[in-house]
């Protein structure tokens, strides 16, 4: 079982950036093995995916959503168990409940991460850009 607890989330003016934080605990052992992924939903929208790295720290390109390519960035401190999204740039249509995910063990960084290849999700971090 693993526990992810996101931080970071704010309301922030169009233009600026915020770094969102997601710290994982539990018993599950190979919890460092998993791949980490940020997601967001907007109020009536679906789960966007939006970044993924693999558990050694890699990702490429093909890993972001095209929505936020340029923009965000992803990385992870396995030692401090920890994800981080860096945002900048920030758009309104940024505005949603940023979510973190794991339990994926190989997924491809091919492509943005789906959200049905996670087991674990935290509970979300608001973000709101305003104009």
């Known amino acids: 079982q693993v526990h992810l607890a996101e931080s970071g989330g704010a309301s922030v003016q169009a233009g ?3 770094k969102l ?7 599950s052992s190979t919890s460092t093995q ?6 967001r939903q907007a109020p009536g929208k679906e ?5 993924v790295v693999d558990s050694q720290g890699y990702t490429n390109d093909n890993a972001f959503a095209d929505s936020v390519k340029d923009r965000f960035l992803i990385s992870r401190e396995n030692a401090k168990r920890a994800v981080y999204l860096w945002l900048r740039d920030l ?14 063990v190989a997924c ?3 492509q943005p991460p789906r959200a049905s290849e996670y087991t ?3 509970q979300g971090t608001q973000v709101t850009v305003s104009s």
């Open 16 to 18: 600026g950036s915020l």
């Open 21 to 27: 934080s997601c710290e994982w605990s539990g018993t």
């Open 34 to 39: 998993y791949y980490m992924a940020w997601f």
């Open 47 to 51: 789960r966007e995916g939006l970044a």
């Open 91 to 104: 758009k309104p249509e940024d505005t949603a409940i940023y979510y973190c995910a794991s339990g994926c």
């Open 108 to 110: 491809s960084l091919q």
């Open 120 to 122: 674990y999700w935290g």
